[in-house]
């Protein structure tokens, strides 16, 4: 009897475990969130958030439709759509990790209404007012890119040039579409700050809040299978990559604390013939173009000029 007694407390510690692992890592819960005006903490931000709240304000203050889709696994997915000018390509962006595109993409869409391209700023699922319960660090938001590159042909026809972008998970979400046959008409991949797979990323961050990383890890991967309903080893942005076909732009901050430069070095290293990368001196995470704009908006300026020959 004792023993069945231990073997029941052991099998409810490792269900609690789970639990609160994946509330942790995984949960759309409402007190993880953030919004568009949360700015990032840490010394390396500090003296930009007056630069970043100016350019949030900027995106709340323009015109919008919002726009919605259905995920292949039946959610409903928001985003707002900035039209600039007919016939345009058009940009779509997935910004990062319970984070918001108002913020995490205020640089490119500053610098893509300079260019008068057409953008999306997408609610990744579980965040804004999309729906959805798990966040999956772009293993099924990597299918939700097709689900709005089919809403943008419906709108704008078969031949709309469309270039992906993303920041963090954003930027890791949009690689790891590169090798699941896009559409022509998708002509690049911007991403900035994209961690190499998510395995790697999560293995960092508990690494970096200094608990054991086997077990934790562990812990995870079968809170997301289990919980979550998804595989977080069942692909990486560097096992997309080295199978593209697409130009992609990698651009990162040599200080990037958070999701190191390595990872996008890791990613230029597996398919250096359709990769770019740009790396930032002494930018934190997400925060290139705040630290270099010039370098940022020069090799955007050229990675669109080579794929959508404007």
Request: with cysteine.
């Amino acid at each position: 009897m004792v023993v069945i007694w231990i073997a029941a407390g052991v099998l409810l510690l490792f269900v609690v475990a789970l639990y609160v692992v994946y509330d942790i890592c995984f949960s759309g819960n409402k007190r993880h969130m953030g919004d568009e005006r949360d700015l990032p903490k840490g010394e390396q931000y500090v003296s930009y958030h007056e630069v970043i709240s100016r350019c949030v304000d900027k995106v709340m203050a323009d015109s919008y439709e919002e726009v919605s889709v259905f995920s292949h696994d039946g959610l409903k997915l928001y985003g707002r759509y900035y039209h600039r000018r007919d016939d345009a390509p058009l940009i779509i962006f997935f910004h990062g990790y319970r984070c918001s595109s108002l913020r995490d993409g205020n640089g490119i869409f500053l610098y893509s209404k300079t260019l008068h391209y057409n953008i999306l700023l997408v609610d990744q699922r579980v965040h804004g007012k999309s729906e959805g319960k798990t966040i999956t660090f772009g293993i099924k938001e990597r299918y939700d890119c097709f689900s709005w590159v089919e809403w943008a042909q419906q709108k704008f026809g078969m031949d709309v040039q469309i270039i992906l972008a993303g920041l963090s998970m954003g930027a890791a979400t949009v690689l790891m579409t590169a090798n699941m046959g896009l559409p022509k008409n998708v002509r690049g991949i911007m991403a900035d700050c994209p961690y190499s797979s998510p395995e790697a990323v999560i293995r960092k961050v508990i690494k970096d809040m200094n608990f054991p990383v086997g077990l934790v890890y562990w812990l995870a991967k079968h809170a997301a299978r289990w919980i979550g309903k998804f595989d977080l080893e069942e692909t990486s942005a560097v096992e997309a990559v080295r199978e593209s076909k697409i130009p992609i732009l990698i651009i990162h901050g040599d200080d990037d604390r958070f999701v190191p430069c390595a990872m996008s070095q890791e990613c230029f290293q597996a398919c250096k013939e359709n990769v770019e990368l740009v790396l930032v001196e002494g930018a934190g995470h997400g925060m290139s173009h705040c630290v270099d704009a010039k370098k940022y908006e020069d090799a955007a300026l050229a990675f669109f000029r080579k794929t959508l020959g404007e």
